[in-house]
């Protein structure tokens, strides 16, 4: 084979590798998938973002959103037209066909930190947003680092703050025995009802974990749903004990590392990377 020979197969190589990388794109946007991505949108119906918070304050670490971050975040939303809801009116949604407003979602925060009642509270009352936080009832009154019974029942009566259960003591469930696992679950609603004058429907799993024997129990103790730390949009696909959320970290650039969580979740879902 003589140097030209070898050039013009070299050429074709090249022509035929750029062919596949114009094809590729063509594949997975073809009609055939677009209208299977498109039926299971209509099927599974809205999808609501559900947004993990943990601390809002000025330590510096990975679950402490800065003050001026929160601020900025809520402030996209508003621009952006966002409405935030409630895990009750999202369940309704998902169960009654319940209609939603533009733009839902769900703005959560674990563990009840007291900060959560110092900068996210009035940032939150300021843009008109309303929040879920889930409290650790143990710590409550007896930590100095998280909120108080007072401070609950103050967020609460205007409307701003929902109160959900993240159980007693805030241990891993899958560590638990049955007889533990339904003291955590049932005291700790129990004494936020008590409390609070409310009805508890929903409660997030400490350290995120679980698995379905745990969920049996969060619905015998009368929960309509959990919340989970699995990445993803809510939708009618969701396991209701096992429901989805995104969460929001302190990060070298934290506004960016916001904007893209919610702009790639829907990219990510239509690639089968997460739940869809």
Known sequence: ????????????????????????????????????????????????VVLNYHKVDNMNI????????????????????????????????????????????VLTFDDGYRDNYTYA??????????ATIFVITSFMDVQSNYITWDQAKEMEADGTIDIE??????????????????????LSKKEIEQRLGKQVNFMAYPTGTYNLHIAQFVKEAGYKGAFTIKYGNVDKASNMYALERVPIFHTADTFKSFCERLQYIPVFERLGWIKS
Request: net charge positive; proline share 6%; aromatic share 8%.
């Open 1 to 48: 084979m003589n140097f030209g020979q070898r050039k013009k197969i070299s050429l074709h190589k090249k022509i035929l590798l750029l062919v596949l990388l114009f094809c590729i794109p063509m594949v997975l946007v073809s009609p055939h998938n677009m209208t299977a991505n498109m039926l299971k949108e209509c099927t599974n119906g809205t999808k609501v």
């Open 62 to 105: 990975s679950l402490s959103v800065l003050p001026n971050d929160f601020e900025q975040q809520m402030a996209y939303l508003k621009k952006n037209n966002y409405h935030t809801i409630t895990p009750n009116e999202l369940y309704d949604s998902l169960t009654n066909g319940t209609e939603l407003p533009e733009n839902p979602i």
């Open 121 to 130: 509270y009035p940032i939150l009352k300021k843009y008109g947003f309303k």
């Open 165 to 186: 259960s993240h159980t007693v003591n805030h241990k891993s469930m899958t560590g638990l025995s049955d007889d533990q696992l339904r003291d955590e679950l049932v």
